[in-house]
């Protein structure tokens, strides 16, 4: 009798099991290195620097942000903390308004802004993550227990294995900025984040940074937790405040110098600022390129208490500490630029300033508003960005108001070195040729991230996605910067021009080399939800 009884309930309860536990990590996922381009590469970078230009070329200092939303402070509008510094870099060169970068989150953003080329071109489509939900059980287990309706798991029937997703990140084949300036002489350095790899063959000293100092992560800590004088903002309301915490700073959390993990007492935004200038007093007899890149404001949320005490009017201690990150990110960007002018360095330095992408509203210490959206969306509020460029020839040009791209920096750098591209597409332009004259330079600017698509001329923005259902939206940015307005039922002639540009574009991408994780809900203030891929 108990046979009886046991084989009809094996008979559904082992195919059940087998259905919810089987692995889905597959080993069918293979990295295609483009040969062709690597081996391009080598013979570009080996080649003695043919530009005809033997003058040593200005120095050049880029100064990247994470997570920095357009109207976060008070460059723009009048914002919510005063960033005196900043600003004075604009009041010195030219303040861009209408600046957009290739992803509205970190990775993938800063793989364009190094290499000058969209990251859709060679596959950093999607943000590096971690692992993928090993099976059908923690699928639902996340859909069902954690019931988060912002971050909604993708159900795949197979993901990469983790040795796959340990060596995801920018592919070999591309040529960084540094790599580039390197031909030229140039002495090179990255200060901060990197997050574009996780792996020493491919790590800063890879792609031509003589030196290294920071992580190889989106995030770290800025001080080890329960630091005295330093306010840890733990953020129930952000689903991945838990995750960013949880790393600590262990693996690639860990802040190193080149390749060994060190101790760091400082405070990350202080150290970054002082181990900048150390490179700048190390260099400065010969052509340097320095990329400081800062992690404030991105999470998780630490702030030295005085900077918290400066917010004393704000009763929401998440936007306190916040703001205060912001305002110690001023500054000590405002460090760095006094050493340059006490050293005489800013008379023959270039510096460019950029944000990664917008502010994260999922963490609800901001909200990008006017504009809509906010980081890992297609709106303005993710892909519009802080952008200025300060250099001699180019002092106090005020404003320059079509739109650019973060491509556009990796181009301008090279120009100004007076070096030669190598034998590829770029879809940077050179700006300061466009600064005197104010002309147009883009026609297009273009967006993908899986199933969303974007598309910007000088005046519309045309979203819309492949996979989910969702209207087709057409903006005026110039009238609608909210991008409240849906013109797409009027104009269906422009659209199809843009529709068909953008497909033009898109023949010449790849498929991303790593498929995305998550489904990001975004939801406006008129309660529309919009889906977006992560």
């Not at 510094?85 to 992803?103: C, H, K, M, P, W």
């Not at 005026?476 to 104009?491: M, V």
Request: proline share 5%.
């Amino acid at each position: 009798m108990k046979l009886k009884i046991f084989f009809p309930i094996a008979l559904v309860l082992l195919p059940t099991l087998w259905y919810l536990f089987v692995p889905l990590a597959s080993h069918f996922f293979k990295f295609k290195k483009n040969k062709s381009l690597l081996e391009a590469k080598h013979a570009f970078l080996s080649e003695a620097d043919l530009s005809g230009d033997s003058t040593k070329g200005p120095n050049i200092l880029w100064i990247i942000v994470d997570d920095l939303g357009y109207y976060d402070s008070d460059l723009y509008a009048e914002g919510n903390v005063k960033v005196p510094n900043i600003r004075r870099l604009s009041d010195e060169g030219v303040l861009f308004t209408q600046a957009y970068v290739t992803s509205p989150v970190c990775s993938p953003s800063r793989a364009a802004i190094l290499t000058g080329r969209y990251n859709q071109r060679f596959g950093f489509e999607h943000q590096l993550h971690d692992r993928y939900l090993n099976n059908r059980m923690e699928y639902l287990g996340f859909k069902y227990v954690v019931n988060n309706e912002t971050w909604v798991p993708i159900e795949r029937d197979s993901v990469p294995d983790q040795n796959f997703m340990d060596h995801i990140g920018l592919p070999l084949s591309e040529i960084t900025i540094a790599e580039l300036l390197k031909k030229k002489g140039y002495r090179t350095g990255l200060v901060g984040k990197w997050h574009l790899s996780k792996q020493p063959e491919q790590s800063p000293e890879a792609f031509g940074f003589d030196e290294f100092y920071g992580f190889y992560s989106s995030h770290s800590l800025y001080s080890e937790e329960h630091t005295e004088g330093i306010v840890d903002m733990k953020n129930p309301a952000d689903w991945t405040d838990d995750y960013i915490w949880s790393g600590q700073r262990d693996g690639r959390q860990a802040i190193q110098r080149n390749d060994k993990v060190i101790k760091e007492d400082r405070y990350l935004t202080t150290a970054i600022a002082d181990e900048s200038i150390d490179f700048l007093k190390k260099n400065r007899e010969e052509p340097f390129f320095l990329l400081a890149s800062f992690n404030a404001p991105h999470t998780p949320f630490q702030v030295p208490q005085n900077y918290f005490d400066q917010f004393k009017d704000e009763k929401d201690p998440v936007k306190r500490c916040y703001y205060g990150m912001i305002k110690c990110l001023d500054d000590e960007i405002g460090r760095v630029l006094d050493y340059l002018e006490e050293s005489g360095l800013d008379e023959n330095t270039y510096v460019f300033f950029i944000s990664d992408n917008g502010g994260a509203a999922y963490t609800f210490a901001t909200d990008n508003a006017p504009l809509k959206g906010g980081k890992i969306t297609n709106f303005d509020g993710g892909l519009k960005v802080p952008f200025i460029i300060k250099g001699r020839g180019i002092a106090a040009k005020g404003q320059y108001d079509h739109p650019v791209s973060s491509t556009d920096l990796f181009v301008s750098t090279a120009k100004l070195a007076g070096l030669n591209l190598p034998d590829r597409t770029y879809d940077g332009v050179d700006l300061l040729s466009h600064l005197e004259t104010k002309s147009i330079a883009h026609d297009y600017i273009y967006f993908r991230k899986g199933f969303n698509h974007a598309i910007r001329n000088e005046k519309y923005k045309l979203i819309w996605n492949s996979g989910l259902a969702m209207d087709t939206l057409l903006f005026d940015i110039d009238q609608d910067p909210g991008e409240l307005t849906n013109l797409y039922p009027s104009k269906k002639a422009l659209v199809s021009s843009m529709l068909s540009a953008y497909k033009q574009w898109d023949k010449e991408l790849i498929s991303p080399i790593w498929p995305s994780v998550i489904y990001f809900n975004y939801k406006d203030k008129e309660n529309k939800n919009y889906v977006f891929e992560n």
